[in-house]
């Protein structure tokens, strides 16, 4: 088998999925482990429309529509000092925003992540992309302070593979592969958080063009979630600090029933709903590693930063996070004398976006404000010389059609 290649990509989830992609569509030879057999199960359901540019730049828009997912038009909320349902449409700011030389995309879908990623993974592998599955990478390889390779094996062998590439990109998600090494993962103490869900069937959805919308409704001091699919089947979760789970005398399970119960919109919805699923929980602690790149490596994904996953930013971050690495990757693979240069744009790039979102899920936790502060809130951040209305620049940043995150090409 060949062992040298001008990529490596460790993480075959939507960030290592779309950065190799991306190369192998380039024409580089590209190696993609993964350690689990895909499908897979994942949480992280309902996307945004900021992914849509990065389907397109794929070419994978048909094998999109071919899982048959459920269209999001927007997001319905019950949050703020008026507890009554309101709703944002992707398509209001369909005038006023650009994503590069597409036009808008007023839509995203809700996913069933197995489905969605394994999508993705095949469709990396139809451009040209080596995917080993099943490869347990155990450690990276370094010459001096510059990663060369990895060292894998492939289970159930124990036997050890190394592999070397002059570009390693970490997509190892929350296993964080080089953020462990250089021990630089930096936790957000505040947004310390748990998630716990299950999925029922039946109950009742929004009317017309907001069946396909995600739910979110706080229930202090944390909020529900609901995503419907396409299968009748809804994904419904609860999240909250790891606190208040720590000082119920309720376990997991029966503290999101419980918040079920109580809420009014989620409530309804799921009146006449049978679950059809064992209860998971995870954990939801936000982080971000101090530096995400380094000689012969970028880190993309969770594998650099995770976020509170309030405004389903998760996929949107890693697909535009692999947009972004693959230009980096290409710029220093063809100049490798531009490394640093490129590197450094890439660190301020990736490090931008996610403290803008970590800024604004900081201030949305605050359940207990006028709407429209959470509207002015978005426009001090992505838009200071307001040219647009507060509330669309509050919709163009939950959706992430203005993302700096693979928005513009690598100065």
Not at 310 to 327: D, K
Request: glycine share 10%; net charge negative.
């Amino acid at each position: 088998m060949q062992n040298q290649y001008d990529v490596i990509v460790v993480g075959g989830g939507p960030a290592g999925a779309t950065a190799s992609g991306l190369l192998s569509k380039r024409g580089r030879r590209v190696l993609l482990l993964e350690k689990e057999k895909f499908p897979r199960y994942h949480i992280g359901e309902s996307l945004i429309p900021g992914i849509m540019p990065v389907i397109r730049e794929l070419g994978a828009e048909q094998a999109l529509a071919d899982l048959g997912a459920i269209v999001k038009h927007g997001v319905t909320l019950i949050w703020g000092a008026n507890k009554s349902p309101w709703t944002i449409r992707f398509d209001e700011i369909e005038a006023s925003v650009k994503t590069g030389e597409s036009a808008p995309n007023p839509y995203a879908y809700e996913v069933k992540r197995a489905e969605f990623d394994n999508m993705l993974l095949t469709h990396s592998r139809r451009l040209g992309t080596t995917v080993i599955e099943e490869a347990n990478v155990r450690e990276a390889i370094f010459d001096g302070d510059r990663c060369v390779g990895v060292r894998y094996n492939r289970v159930p062998s124990s036997e050890v593979v190394e592999v070397r590439a002059p570009l390693v990109l970490d997509a190892s998600g929350q296993t964080k592969l080089l953020g462990r090494r250089f021990d630089n993962v930096n936790w957000h103490p505040d947004m310390k958080n748990l998630a716990v869900w299950t999925y029922f069937q039946g109950g009742s959805r929004l009317e017309g063009k907001d069946a396909g919308n995600i739910v979110v409704e706080a229930c202090a001091p944390g909020w529900l979630w609901m995503i419907p699919f396409s299968d009748n089947t809804c994904s419904v979760g609860f999240v909250a600090p790891g606190t208040q789970f720590a000082a119920s005398d309720l376990p997991p399970a029966e503290l999101l029933y419980k918040n079920i119960g109580e809420a009014g919109e989620i409530g309804r919805l799921l009146a006449g709903a049978v679950e059809v699923s064992q209860v998971r929980t995870a954990k939801d602690w936000s982080y971000v590693c101090e530096q995400v790149s380094g000689p012969g490596y970028l880190q993309v994904g969770d594998a650099a930063g995770f976020i509170d996953p309030l405004f389903s930013t998760g996929v949107m971050l890693a697909m535009r996070g692999g947009s972004l690495a693959a230009i980096a990757a290409e710029r220093v693979l063809d100049a490798p004398e531009s490394e640093v240069e490129t590197l450094d744009h890439y660190e301020k790039e990736y490090h931008s976006i996610l403290d803008i979102v970590v800024t604004f899920v900081r201030f949305f936790y605050d359940q207990n404000k006028p709407v429209e502060e959470y509207f002015e809130k978005a426009r001090d951040l992505i838009d200071p010389e307001a040219e647009r209305k507060a509330r669309e620049d509050f919709i163009v940043l939950i959706s992430g059609l203005d993302s700096a995150i693979g928005s513009r090409q690598m100065a």
